[in-house]
């Protein structure tokens, strides 16, 4: 691992005081950290976390096309978890899940997506796809940077459907799965078929997206425009300016325009793939099923675009449960409801 990725050295004591700190004396400390069998009382190898909503210690490491900007928690030597986060948001999504996460034993990685914040590409000439499985491959080569052989992986919107097509074509790499809304697995085919004008009214943005008016103007008003996603995909969270332009300052990334519009342009069959990617996407164009571990969530408020859960159900052939979080719980589940977020991940990993 690179010098930019270095990592401290905890005791019991140390452990301890950022556990607790973290989690302003929550009931997670004594009994999941007792659950995760550390011992507490021999040194452990504890990756620097300054805190809750605090990502202020970034690590870099090169990752297949990617240099991949990454926040690290938890005992490097725990049960890894990955954590993906969407459009339009940011690792700050997961900004109190990480530190609960932690305290209960966890090793936790916190990527950018391709396009986010301070991940950058290897090479000008690498395609700035943003195909679904461009960003899965993106998982596994980041799990191959850190040498870790296998995480339980969650996410929520763009980091679901990733988390999803991960567990669907390389579930030996998988040890459980956390999916907000539920099965996103789909393909260009699917992306064709038109829906009900209700359900179509939802996807606004993407028809904007495919003119060129709509790159224009995402690329003008981006955060204007990541502010009004916020608010219609979550109409009862009530975040403040601080929490927003935390997070909009990811959307300044040189690529972050080009990765979103082709997203959605390729979902639509109006732009090109990656070729190199064609064979992933022919096995995702089936609809896999995913045979790991899994745990859905949804919450009672999400006014973003979404599956019912009784469609995707049996998409799920591995031990299956599906969670609806209350509370006008909106699309940004992880940071809206942390508690229930890191609960999933904690029992999808003891399945």
Known sequence: MSEKARLNFFGRRRFLEVATGALAATQFIPVQVADAGLVLDAPIQFAQFEGTDSFTSLKQIYAGVLDVGYVEAGPVDGPPVILLHGWPYDIHSFGEVTPRLAAAGFHVIVPYARGYGSTTFLSSATPRSGQPSALAVDTIALMDALNIKKATIAGFDWGARTADIVAALWPD???GLVSVSGYLIGGQQAGKTPLPPKAELQWWYQYYFATERGREGYNKYRREFAELIWKLASPKWQFDDATFARSAAAFDNSDHVDIVIHN???RLGLAQGDPSLDELEAKL???PQVGVPTITLEGDENGAPHPDPVAYAKKFSGKYAHRLVKGGVGHNLP?????????????????
């Open 335 to 351: 940071q809206e409801s942390p508690a229930a977020f890191a609960q999933a991940v904690i029992d999808v990993s003891r399945s």
């Open 264 to 266: 959605y342009r390729w």
């Open 173 to 175: 790499r998988v040890k």
């Open 285 to 287: 164009a089936a609809a």
